[in-house]
């Protein structure tokens, strides 16, 4: 059986613009199937937007409030499913912590099989006690770690997290640190990362992308 190569997806000469600033120019990059992909740089480079850009949140060629400009090619495979951890956690605040985890995948498995993965999943993030409290009964914290629950129960093959672990303590981070490897080393998963703390990259085994990779 032929085996295929074809990348996860592949940025080709991608430029984004804030105003007269290119935070990308020219950026290409290749992402394969389990690849682990960590970007340091510092805060206003453009990581956020490129990862916006990857969801589909910003497509080729959008334009945001006539400030930030992108241009450029993404090729992916077809059918790519993406997860999403975001910078804040977006929690549907009118719902229980684990119907914001189940919400999104009912129709993937069922919303028995739905509640069952994220029972285990939040027991797993230290939120047994809270399966059925509110978001705003939630710390920092908490609510970004129902936020990782739900990007892991949806079975994308390509998980975008974006500093997931910045609300916790050391000995969470180190967890999840350690539950982020299990779950994409189990479920075949791509992984790409933003970190301020390069330890947390080095640790999930991440080839590093840092701001003089940007703009050629």
């Known amino acids: 059986m032929m085996m295929n190569n074809q990348p996860l997806l592949q940025i080709e000469n991608l430029t984004i613009m804030q105003e007269e600033n290119a935070l990308f120019r020219n950026f290409n990059l290749s992402v394969a199937d389990n690849d682990r992909l960590g970007i340091f740089a510092p805060t206003g480079t453009g990581k956020t937007t490129l990862l916006n850009w990857l969801a589909g949140i910003m497509p080729c060629g959008a334009e945001k409030n006539g400030i930030i400009k992108t241009e450029g090619k993404l090729v992916k495979q077809e059918k790519l499913t993406v ?99 299990e779950i994409i080393e189990e479920e075949n998963r791509a992984l790409i990362i933003i970190s301020h703390n390069k330890s947390d990259l080095d640790k999930l085994g991440c080839r590093i992308i840092t701001e003089k990779d940007f703009v050629v």
């Open 83 to 181: 997860s999403y951890v975001f910078q804040e956690p977006r929690l549907i605040p009118s719902v229980s912590v684990v119907k914001n985890v189940t919400l999104p995948v009912e129709k993937m498995y069922g919303k028995e099989e739905a509640e069952k993965k994220a029972s285990i999943l939040l027991e797993k993030l230290f939120l047994k006690d809270k399966l059925n409290s509110m978001p705003e009964k939630l710390s920092g914290g908490e609510k970004q770690r129902v936020a990782i629950a739900r990007a892991f129960a949806y079975l994308g093959k390509l998980l975008l997290m974006d500093e997931p672990f910045h609300s916790q303590d050391e000995e969470k981070r180190n967890l999840l640190i350690e539950l982020t490897k």
